[in-house]
């Protein structure tokens, strides 16, 4: 392993401009497993190649997602102050749990999710987007990730779990602060204020939510891990939500090749979304395991046992597509590792493309003539180790009153960007093998 670069600084506003460029430079210089800083002395490896994530991801004898085992913590460098413990702590909940112990306590989320099969949920997202929309369309401009991409979300989401409004607000902005690492110990107490109480109001008046049917779950929960597994289904379906529908609404208002296919029919707006997670998903370096003993790296080096790993899948899909990309067409397309690998592997996925893929249906049948309302070279990115999302994502388009529908929308001649690369049109496509190995490497995934 070279020694060349210092570790790559997940926290810097240079690296989340291009994180791409980043991640490229440091392979070349460090193979597969780059070493990084998720705060100033904090230190990490970030895998970034496709295969070794899905095979360590697998490894559950070598690899542990308890954050107890995490050493600097152990041995007393972290403190109780660091900005990292709101989403790397460990949590009495599915995603710091190994074995039975995991088992246990995904069963009881699975069948809280049950219920909300992603037609339904669907369904609530457009009725929500439409409300949303309605308090915009006939300004012409609009700032969406405050006005729709975040709301709307919030707005699922609070009557999946049974909040009333004010509750929902304050439980969704605190698990925002925790992803950026914003007073993560304050933010963390709110969580707790919030969810205690939630938790005692549906004790008295249980219903057919997910709060609830935890709370009844075969499982047993204690309260404590009702209430981490609500920070859980919270923190990774709202505010990775609001980032997956804003990266897309981006993506598809500046890459014209993928705007020209949905215009034209060739593309419909799910697959659109599942393009985007191959290109920029909105978890980018989350979650993490801890190696139970030192674990040499293809190509040479060593993590160290209790050494922080980040599943670096923005890069590892990224990588595999320029890899393959006179192929990619030809790739199943959901083979991206952006939803996990292996028994951790997120069991939300379909509610969260549900919500997305309603967000943008609505979004470009209301709003006709949509486009960015800013070059984008001057879109700001959220300054958050784990994560790629938009600090705003203003937009224009041709007022609308609420009562009218929009034109069919076509790509404006608005600066362009690519996203992915892509075959040209003219080249036939090639027998791939990328659609065999991904089958080989991500069965039973």
């Not at 309260?223 to 923190?235: A, F, I, P, R, T």
């Not at 951790?344 to 997305?356: E, G, L, M, V």
């Amino acid at each position: 392993m070279a020694t060349g670069h210092p570790p790559l600084e997940l926290y810097d506003p240079g690296f989340h401009a291009d994180h791409h460029a980043a991640y490229a430079r440091m392979r070349k210089e460090y193979g597969p497993v780059i070493p990084v800083m998720l705060e100033p002395g904090v230190e990490g490896r970030l895998v970034v190649d496709y295969s070794l994530i899905t095979a360590w991801c697998r490894d559950e004898r070598t690899f542990s997602r308890d954050a107890r085992r995490w050493r600097d913590w152990r041995e007393g460098r972290i403190p109780d102050d660091s900005s990292l413990l709101g989403m790397m702590g460990h949590r009495p909940n599915a995603l710091f749990s190994d074995g039975e112990e995991h088992r246990r306590v995904r069963r009881a989320m699975v069948d809280s999710l049950s219920p909300f099969e992603p037609g339904r949920v669907g369904a609530e997202a457009r009725s929500a987007a439409e409300r949303l929309v309605d308090g915009f369309c006939a300004r012409g401009e609009a700032e969406l990730m405050e006005e729709f991409a975040r709301p709307l979300p919030l707005l699922v989401m609070n009557g999946m779990f049974g909040m009333d409004h004010e509750s929902g607000r304050r439980f969704f902005t605190a698990l925002r602060d925790m992803w950026d690492g914003v007073d993560a110990e304050r933010a963390n107490a709110e969580l707790e204020r919030v969810l205690s109480a939630h938790i005692d109001r549906k004790r008295a008046h249980p219903g057919d939510d997910i709060t609830s049917a935890l709370m009844r779950h075969r499982a047993d929960l204690s309260d404590e891990e009702v209430l981490q597994h609500l920070v859980l289904m919270g923190g990774a379906g709202h505010e990775p939500s609001a980032a997956l529908l804003s990266n897309s609404v981006r993506v598809l208002l500046t890459d014209r090749a993928l705007s020209d296919d949905l215009a034209g029919a060739r593309t419909g707006i799910d697959e659109a979304v599942e393009r985007v997670m191959w290109s920029a998903p909105p978890v980018t370096n989350y979650p993490v395991m801890y190696p139970v003993r030192d674990v040499e790296v293809p190509g040479g080096g060593v993590v160290p046992e209790g050494t922080p790993v980040l599943l670096g899948f923005a890069a590892a899909n990224r990588f595999l597509a320029e890899e393959y990309a006179d192929r990619m067409d030809d790739a199943p397309n959901r083979a991206h590792l952006a939803w996990g690998v292996g028994a951790h592997r997120c069991p939300a996925k379909d509610i969260a493309t549900a919500i997305a893929v309603a967000g943008i249906e609505v979004l470009i049948r209301r709003l006709p003539e949509l486009r960015l309302g800013v070059a984008p070279g001057e879109l700001s990115w959220r300054i958050s180790p784990f994560a790629h999302a938009l600090t705003r994502l203003p937009v224009a388009f041709t007022p609308q009153d609420p009562e009218e529908e929009g034109t069919p929308w076509t790509p404006s001649d608005s600066e362009q960007e690519t996203s992915t690369p892509r075959r040209r049109s003219s080249e036939k496509p090639a027998q791939s093998s990328l659609s065999s190995f991904l089958v080989r490497l991500l069965r039973g995934r």
